[in-house]
Protein backbone atom coordinates (compact mmCIF):
# COMPACT_ATOMS: atom_id res chain seq x y z
CA UNK A 1 0.00 0.00 0.00
CA UNK A 2 2.76 1.88 0.90
CA UNK A 3 4.24 2.01 -2.54
CA UNK A 4 0.98 3.53 -3.83
CA UNK A 5 0.82 6.25 -1.30
CA UNK A 6 -2.78 4.91 0.36
CA UNK A 7 -5.55 2.25 0.05
CA UNK A 8 -7.84 5.07 -2.15
CA UNK A 9 -5.37 5.66 -4.97
CA UNK A 10 -4.26 1.30 -5.64
CA UNK A 11 -8.40 1.17 -5.82
CA UNK A 12 -8.09 3.82 -8.45
CA UNK A 13 -5.70 2.55 -10.26
CA UNK A 14 -7.28 -1.25 -9.99
CA UNK A 15 -10.51 0.21 -11.31
CA UNK A 16 -8.55 2.40 -14.08
CA UNK A 17 -6.69 -1.20 -14.78
CA UNK A 18 -9.70 -3.05 -15.30
CA UNK A 19 -12.14 -0.27 -17.26
CA UNK A 20 -10.50 0.03 -19.80
CA UNK A 21 -11.50 2.47 -22.53
CA UNK A 22 -15.09 2.71 -20.66
CA UNK A 23 -13.28 4.66 -17.89
CA UNK A 24 -14.53 5.14 -13.88
CA UNK A 25 -16.78 7.77 -12.45
CA UNK A 26 -15.41 8.23 -8.60
CA UNK A 27 -18.65 8.44 -7.55
CA UNK A 28 -19.76 4.69 -8.97
CA UNK A 29 -16.62 3.70 -7.06
CA UNK A 30 -17.11 5.59 -4.42
CA UNK A 31 -20.21 3.61 -4.13
CA UNK A 32 -18.73 -0.13 -5.01
CA UNK A 33 -15.86 0.74 -2.01
CA UNK A 34 -18.48 2.21 0.80
CA UNK A 35 -16.19 5.88 1.07
CA UNK A 36 -16.98 9.20 -0.05
CA UNK A 37 -16.16 10.00 -3.71
CA UNK A 38 -13.42 13.03 -2.24
CA UNK A 39 -11.47 9.97 -0.97
CA UNK A 40 -10.29 9.84 -4.59
CA UNK A 41 -9.87 12.93 -5.56
CA UNK A 42 -6.43 13.65 -4.53
CA UNK A 43 -5.27 10.16 -6.26
CA UNK A 44 -7.11 11.20 -9.61
CA UNK A 45 -5.45 14.68 -9.45
CA UNK A 46 -1.58 13.24 -9.02
CA UNK A 47 -2.54 10.47 -11.84
CA UNK A 48 -3.64 13.32 -14.18
CA UNK A 49 -0.06 15.48 -13.47
CA UNK A 50 1.69 12.19 -14.13
CA UNK A 51 -0.11 11.71 -17.09
CA UNK A 52 -1.30 8.39 -16.54
CA UNK A 53 -5.28 9.29 -16.99
CA UNK A 54 -7.14 11.57 -19.59
CA UNK A 55 -10.57 13.02 -18.32
CA UNK A 56 -12.54 12.14 -21.13
CA UNK A 57 -15.37 14.73 -22.17
CA UNK A 58 -19.09 14.73 -20.38
CA UNK A 59 -21.45 13.12 -21.65
CA UNK A 60 -24.78 15.02 -21.99
CA UNK A 61 -27.16 15.15 -20.22
CA UNK A 62 -25.21 13.10 -17.21
CA UNK A 63 -23.43 15.99 -15.82
CA UNK A 64 -20.69 13.26 -13.64
CA UNK A 65 -17.28 13.04 -14.81
CA UNK A 66 -15.31 10.08 -16.39
CA UNK A 67 -12.15 9.83 -16.14
CA UNK A 68 -9.94 6.63 -18.14
CA UNK A 69 -6.23 5.35 -18.22
CA UNK A 70 -3.99 7.06 -20.95
CA UNK A 71 -2.34 5.24 -23.41
CA UNK A 72 0.87 3.27 -22.69
CA UNK A 73 2.09 -0.09 -21.77
CA UNK A 74 2.04 0.79 -18.05
CA UNK A 75 -1.63 -0.15 -17.48
CA UNK A 76 -1.87 -3.95 -17.98
CA UNK A 77 1.37 -4.23 -15.23
CA UNK A 78 0.18 -1.74 -13.28
CA UNK A 79 -3.57 -3.75 -13.05
CA UNK A 80 -1.68 -7.20 -12.20
CA UNK A 81 0.12 -5.73 -9.99
CA UNK A 82 -2.45 -3.27 -7.96
CA UNK A 83 -5.14 -6.69 -8.16
CA UNK A 84 -1.85 -8.15 -6.33
CA UNK A 85 -1.62 -5.44 -3.72
CA UNK A 86 -5.29 -5.56 -3.07
CA UNK A 87 -5.03 -8.94 -2.49
CA UNK A 88 -2.44 -8.43 -0.05
CA UNK A 89 -4.13 -5.54 1.96
CA UNK A 90 -6.85 -7.76 2.54
CA UNK A 91 -5.45 -10.71 3.99
CA UNK A 92 -3.42 -8.05 6.05
CA UNK A 93 -6.23 -6.56 7.62
Known sequence: ???FGNRHKL???AALA???DNGVNLSDL???QGVAASVYYPPINDLLRAGLVDKLPQRLPDRRRWYRRAEGSVWEPMGVLAEGLATIEVKAS
Open 1 to 3: MLL
Open 11 to 13: ELL
Open 18 to 20: RAG
Open 30 to 32: AVQ
